[in-house]
């Protein structure tokens, strides 16, 4: 089985949003387009998305940019997209009055945003 090496003086710059009122399917699509970018990319990428859930996904990589930044003392326009995960959150269950007598369950999703940065090596 192969092992892969991991960087640990690389630092790891971590986001994360939660109870984000979109449905954890739709913000998948829009994580998928920006996994492995950059952030200056990324961004760009999801500022002309049509997507709905480009919106708090746009918001929290700029958060972890300013994190980047502020915390870490380190570039923002350096930093790639390792890994941005979008995990289940609760469902509120709502009723709408059917014919005939009957009801039938709204589900109103939300999810879990984790996002991750890491410095783009040098390529020297």
Known sequence: ?????????????????????????????????????DVERAIALLNFSPRGASVPVLKLVKSAAANAENNFDLDPEEMRITSISVDEGPTMRRYRP????????IEKRSC??????????DAD
């Open 1 to 37: 089985m192969a092992t892969r090496t991991v960087d640990t003086d690389a630092p790891s710059v971590h986001a994360k949003a939660r109870y984000v009122r979109v449905s954890p399917r739709k913000a998948r699509v829009v994580a998928d387009q920006i996994r492995g970018l």
């Open 98 to 105: 059917r014919a005939r007598g009957r009801a039938t369950r």
């Open 112 to 121: 879990h945003i984790n996002i991750a940065l890491t410095p783009i090596p």
